[in-house]
């Protein structure tokens, strides 16, 4: 999908459902089957499609936790460097490292962190922004925001062919099956 | 349709009783019944794409324009002429300004509350309003941003506020309240931009593609990043916008406890109160809510989304002004009874001239506002019928920003010593800067149910009866 790759045949086929029970049930069949390159789209989440498509595991977790700890020690730092080391003030007689004056700006800074790695982790894991992908090119697919849900199994899966493709589509009862041009 | 008349199988209700149960037991659904995916779209991203905006709005619209009209004259002449137009003098130094900053920030509150605690508590009825509560958190928190950045004086030096390496060798002072709050509020605005901007990210995605127009499909499918649904993006999705609340939750309890520093960290009799932390959040619930109910009445009656913010949600945050409330309220009684515990006659003194002394007026108005008007919401009939509701939200708005004018200038009008005893009055630039904020307010809202989608619509779909899936063992 990257950019220089030759583009040829199809991305995939994809077929519509009017529900999510059926598209969970499709792509559990679509695993059953042997199927590894799938992908499912729905208009909300749907607990347990993304196991059913083969998908269990984020990272997402480890990067919040990285970028708290990291805006964490951070904000610290910054305190202490500034108040300690650079800038010395007395305040009140108090010591120059006292630290528990730090702690709500500490705090914040791994809020901060944490969330900018939750929501940046979570578009740079997902590949977005990503203007084009090949599924916006069939036209139904603008009700996959809406109330449609679509399975597409992708050409570059080992055992994908066309005609058994769509033979194995059939048999999920789908409202319609496509291809997905490049 | 015979499955009109059913009750919606979310509920959940009872089955074993034999008996069915009175009517007043049967709590109003979340979402009237009848609606499907698509009619839930439609009728949401329609109010954004389709229909002409009601009148209610063109008024909203314009009252807010002529708002931000009298903020820039004040902010204008106050940085032409400088703080010295304000009422702030020798001893009372904080006066709108600090005020209107607080009651703000703390209307902002209930938005994060709504989005990010009750998620994590499980509260399914946050789901219709939680989008419109969150846009509300952000607007709120602009117009508290203004105040302080302008008490500065000098609000083109305001980035030495912020830690930066310079030629002048110097940093801030990271031991003081102040530089916290700084660090707090600026956190609190991003995080909630980002909560906001993930949970519209799919919603995004539906006007894209309901949108005729070019522009609209080029702007909203810009915004909306090129998402498409997919099973694994959802996946991620949901962790991440989970884990965000559990970030959010410390944080907006931390906003308001740093808030509170400010003035419990002081020496000043009445602002010295270790149990200011718990009172100022309780307080930010409770006006948030308030605002929430002040907004979300006419807006469901304008827009005609009975069907979607139902008696059932106003009656809940009917049910959280009365609980907060009186931990307000709990706190006024507190407030006395350590003012005379500790023994210490400027504390004792300070607390008899709030109750008694000039400004008495503002403390008795304050308890009517406070203390009496939510215990309306004991009463079923008060709390499910929009008139009260309005009535009661009404006046926790007035008392919460009374509440604020009653810590501020009455602790510090009568220093330790009479020869700096004085009155504060705000100024006519007082009052058109928090006029022109809530005009900022009003136009910002305006601008957002025009262009944005007011609630949720992907988490209203997964609210349907028909949204269950469940895997087959296997």
Known sequence: MGIGKPIEGTYGIMAEFNDPQSLLDAANAAREAGYKDLDAYSPFPIHGLSDAIGFAHTKLSAVILAMGIIGGISGFFMCWYANVITYPLNIGGKPYNSWPAWIPITFECAILFAAFGAVLGMLALNGLPMPYHPVFNVKRFENASRDRFFLVIQSRDPKFDTDSVYKFMDTLKPREVVDVPW | ?474
Request: with cysteine; aromatic share 16%; proline share 6%.
């Open chain 2, 1 to 474: 349709m015979a499955e009109r008349d059913q009750h919606p199988q979310h509920e959940v209700r009872p089955t074993t009783q034999a008996a069915p149960l009175p009517a007043r037991f049967i709590p109003s659904p979340m979402l009237e019944p009848g609606h499907n995916f698509a009619s839930v779209t439609d009728h949401i991203s329609s109010i954004v794409l389709r229909r002409k905006m009601p009148l209610g709005w063109v008024f909203l619209f314009f009252v807010g324009l002529m708002g931000v009209g009298v903020l820039g004259l004040t902010v204008t002449k106050l940085i032409f002429v400088g703080v010295g137009i304000w009422g702030i003098n020798h001893p009372v130094g904080w006066g709108f300004d600090i005020l209107n900053f607080v009651w703000w920030i703390g209307i902002g509150h209930a938005g994060t509350l709504i989005s990010a605690i009750l998620l994590l508590l499980r509260q399914e009825w946050r789901t219709s309003i939680n989008r419109f509560a969150e846009a509300m958190t952000l607007f709120a928190v602009a117009s508290a941003g203004l105040y302080p950045a302008l008490h500065t004086g000098r609000p083109w030096y305001d980035y030495w506020l912020f830690p930066y390496p310079n030629t002048m060798g110097i940093w801030p002072q990271f031991r003081s309240p102040l530089m916290w709050d700084v660090f707090a509020v600026s956190t609190y605005a991003t995080v909630s931009l980002l909560f906001w901007y993930v949970g519209l990210v799919p919603d995004l995605a539906t006007l894209r593609d309901r949108s005729r127009s070019k522009i609209g499909r080029v702007i909203y499918g810009a915004m909306s990043l090129g998402w498409r649904g997919s099973a694994k993006h959802w996946h991620r999705y949901e962790h991440a916008y989970l884990l965000l609340a559990g970030l959010s939750t410390p944080l907006v309890l931390s906003v308001h406890t740093i808030v509170s520093f400010d003035f419990a960290v002081s020496n000043l009799p009445g602002w010295h109160a270790t149990f200011f932390p718990p009172y100022f959040v309780a307080g930010a619930v409770y006006a948030g809510f308030a605002m929430v109910l002040t907004l979300a009445i006419p807006a469901r009656k304008l827009f005609k989304l009975e069907d979607f913010i139902t008696m059932r949600h106003l009656e809940n945050m009917g049910k959280v002004m009365l609980a907060t409330g009186m931990m307000v309220f709990y706190s006024y009684v507190m407030e006395a009874f350590f003012s005379f515990y500790s023994g210490n006659t400027f504390e004792r003194y300070m607390w008899t001239n709030r109750v008694t002394g000039p400004y008495w007026k503002m403390y008795a108005m304050l308890i009517v506002c406070n203390g009496l008007a939510p215990q309306l919401m004991w009463i079923k009939r008060c709390r499910t019928s929009t008139t009260w509701l309005m009535i009661g939200a009404m006046f926790s708005n007035v008392g919460m920003w009374l509440e604020r004018f009653v810590i501020i200038p009455t602790s510090l009008h009568r220093d330790f010593l009479p020869s700096s005893w004085g009155m504060y009055h705000g100024t006519i630039w007082d009052w058109g800067m928090y006029i022109g904020s809530m005009g900022l307010f009003c136009f910002l809202l305006a601008l957002f149910l025009k262009f944005l989608p007011m609630i949720s619509i992907f988490e209203v779909r997964t609210m349907l009866p028909e949204a269950q899936a469940h895997a087959e063992e296997h």
